[in-house]
T-cell receptor, first 113, second 116 residues
Framework: DGGITQSPKYLFRKEGQNVTLSCEQN?????MYWYRQDPGQGLRLIYY???????QKGDIAEGYSVSREKKESFPLTVTSAQKNPTAFYLC????????????FGPGTRLTVT | AQSVAQPEDQVNVAEGNPLTVKCTYS??????LFWYVQYPNRGLQFLLK??????LVKGSYGFEAEFNKSQTSFHLKKPSALVSDSALYFC??????????????FGSGTRLQVQP
């Protein structure tokens, strides 16, 4: 998982509360990504950012928000508008070169009750 | 849009036997293909990639993958499986360049179980 940290590893929240997941990288990568993983569905892209102060929606952005104020940080906020927030969330980064090899953090398991 | 199919939810193989995890893809232009492995409650680890060149790509932990353009496949292989290879494997393809989206599209994953 080297170079990318996600905290916390486990997170519990009550329904209706917003929660922010942290992702930090020290790889000097330009691009960063957030994925959601549910059993049997693989990884689905939530948001991605190719450069500081810029980000784009992925396939399932509704109910989520991000910011990219610093190159090394890409926090994800799961809002109360997200209907089914319980999932495993993975952050990744990439040098931003054309081949797009991505490096993943250890993940955060969010449980909302 | 680009897509990746991993037709097997699970593959079972005995230790010491060869293993194959299948992947087919659909993308416009030249494919950039990747394999990742995930152990329980962990992030994904990069195994190997195909960008161009030889159709047989060698990667980490003794894994290799065979790119077949005519069959649009990128199957993961290992000559001799280890119990420690048991994990979840993901195939991925770089998004179509003309979409403007600079990301990877992942398959649904294949669980590999290696029996002692």
């Amino acid at each position: 998982d080297g170079g990318i940290t996600q905290s916390p590893k486990y997170l519990f929240r009550k329904e209706g509360q917003n929660v922010t997941l942290s992702c930090e990288q020290n790889l000097n990568h330009d691009a960063m990504y957030w994925y959601r993983q549910d059993p049997g569905q693989g990884l689905r892209l939530i948001y991605y950012s190719q450069i500081v102060n810029d980000f784009q929606k992925g396939d399932i952005a509704e109910g989520y928000s991000v910011s990219r104020e610093k190159k090394e940080s890409f926090p994800l906020t799961v809002t109360s508008a997200q209907k089914n927030p319980t999932a495993f969330y993975l952050c990744a980064s990439s040098p931003g070169t054309r081949n797009y090899e991505q490096y993943f953090g250890p993940g955060t398991r969010l449980t909302v009750t | 849009a680009q897509s990746v199919a991993q037709p097997e939810d699970q593959v079972n193989v005995a230790e010491g036997n060869p293993l194959t995890v299948k992947c087919t893809y659909s993308v416009s232009g030249n494919p950039y293909l990747f394999w990742y492995v995930q152990y329980p409650n962990r992030g994904l680890q990069f195994l190997l990639k195909y960008i161009t060149g030889d159709n047989l790509v060698k990667g980490s932990y003794g894994f290799e993958a065979e790119f077949n353009k005519s069959q649009t496949s990128f199957h993961l292989k290992k000559p001799s499986a280890l119990v420690s290879d048991s994990a979840l494997y993901f195939c991925a393809v770089r998004d179509n360049w003309d979409t403007g989206r600079r990301a990877l599209t992942f398959g649904s994953g294949t669980r590999l179980q290696v029996q002692p």
